[in-house]
Nanobody, 124 residues
Framework: QVQLVESGGGLVQTGASLRLSCVAS????????MGWFVQAPGKEREFVAD????????YYAEFVNGRFTLYRDNAKNTVYLQMNILKPEDTAVYYC?????????????????WGQGTQVTVSS
């Protein structure tokens, strides 16, 4: 079992940066593959990025286009999503998720644990 708590969202202007954090409970954080997903109003939850257990393997959705960086600190049980050059279309609730098998990936169903989400709003 793992519980996830996201933070770091907020209201920013176009072009600004935010760093989202996701803190996990428990002592086995390093055994989980971690992912970030985004859900805009009226849309399905969409994959943003994922990171392997060690942090050595990363995948990003195409729309990220080099603007986001995902990394983790296993000593702090935390995964971070650094978001730069934010656009109004990035406005959404951002969720972190944990995959106990460690493989992660872009599919929602691979993740058994989800945080409550943090709202990101980018004004034009």
């Amino acid at each position: 079992q793992v519980q996830l708590v996201e933070s770091g969202g907020g209201l920013v202007q176009t072009g600004a940066s935010l760093r989202l954090s996701c803190v996990a409970s428990g002592r086995t954080f390093s055994s989980y593959g971690m992912g970030w997903f985004v859900q805009a109003p009226g849309k399905e939850r969409e994959f943003v990025a994922d990171i392997s257990r060690s942090g050595g393997s990363l995948y990003y959705a195409e729309f990220v286009n080099g603007r986001f960086t995902l990394y983790r600190d296993n000593a702090k049980n935390t995964v971070y999503l650094q978001m730069n050059i934010l656009k109004p279309e990035d406005t959404a609730v951002y969720y972190c998720a944990a995959d106990a098998t460690g493989t992660g990936g872009y599919a929602n169903y691979r993740y058994g644990y989800w945080g409550q989400g943090t709202q990101v709003t980018v004004s034009s």
